[in-house]
């Protein structure tokens, strides 16, 4: 689930060209500062920060680096041996190995044009009964099978 958020975090940022944080929203729409967030440097790295604005390099960490997000130490070696994605010219992510092979078996996410992000199966079958989220502006949001907005479960906000 990390993974997937840091991905949308990066895809939102290239496509909307916002600020370097990302921050989680709860259900009133209220920034919530005291829960961690997430920071791209210009190298494309994305490191964890706490709620003071200290970068939290124990923690889990990602690189972008040429269209794939890539897992990466506290030092930013990228972790070749985990999971990675892979984003596609056509608005996919799907999961790469640790050689870079795509996991066209594993599911993916697809970008629609309506920035509604939904999961596929390895069938390529939509599954709109899975959590799906939708990009608006500078703001990352959970949204039901029909599009409604989930005011009840946080969103994520660029800032």
Do not use: W
């Amino acid at each position: 689930m990390k993974m997937m958020c840091a991905c949308l975090f990066l895809m939102h940022i290239t496509i909307c060209m916002a600020g370097p944080r990302a921050s989680q929203r709860d259900t009133q729409g209220n920034t919530q500062h005291q829960k961690p967030s997430y920071t791209a440097q210009q190298n494309g790295r994305i490191v964890e920060t706490d709620a003071t604005g200290n970068k939290q390099y124990h923690r889990q960490q990602y690189l972008m680096k040429d269209g794939k997000v890539y897992q990466t130490d506290s030092l930013g070696n990228v972790q070749y041996h985990k999971p990675s994605f892979a984003i596609q010219n056509d608005g996919k992510v799907y999961q790469t190995d640790s050689l870079g092979n795509v996991q066209y078996h594993k599911p993916s996410f697809a970008i629609q044009n309506d920035g509604k992000v939904v999961e596929h199966n390895s069938s390529v079958n939509a599954q709109y009964h899975h959590q799906q989220h939708k990009t608006s502006g500078k703001e990352i949001y959970p949204i039901d099978s029909q599009g409604n907005r989930q005011y009840n479960k946080p969103s994520h906000i660029v800032e």
